[in-house]
């Protein structure tokens, strides 16, 4: 039972190392589109503001 309690734990650390980074990498696409727009925001809202939309669309679905 201890063996699969651990599994279960690297299993939940990696995915949730794998969402943190695809919310970063929305981000980082983000920011580059905005910057070529003319528009300037820093990182951290970005990635708040990527994180905070995918909640909505997981919703929807």
Not at 7 to 30: E, F
Not at 34 to 42: E, L, N, P
Request: some cysteine; glycine content about 4%; aromatic content about 6%.
């Amino acid at each position: 039972m201890d063996t699969q309690k651990s599994t279960d734990l690297g299993c939940l650390a990696a995915a949730l190392i794998v969402q943190a980074a695809t919310y970063r990498c929305a981000a980082t696409i983000w920011l580059r589109v905005m910057a070529k727009a003319g528009y300037r925001i820093r990182l951290p809202d970005l990635l708040s503001l990527c994180t905070l939309a995918s909640v909505f669309v997981a919703k929807q679905n």
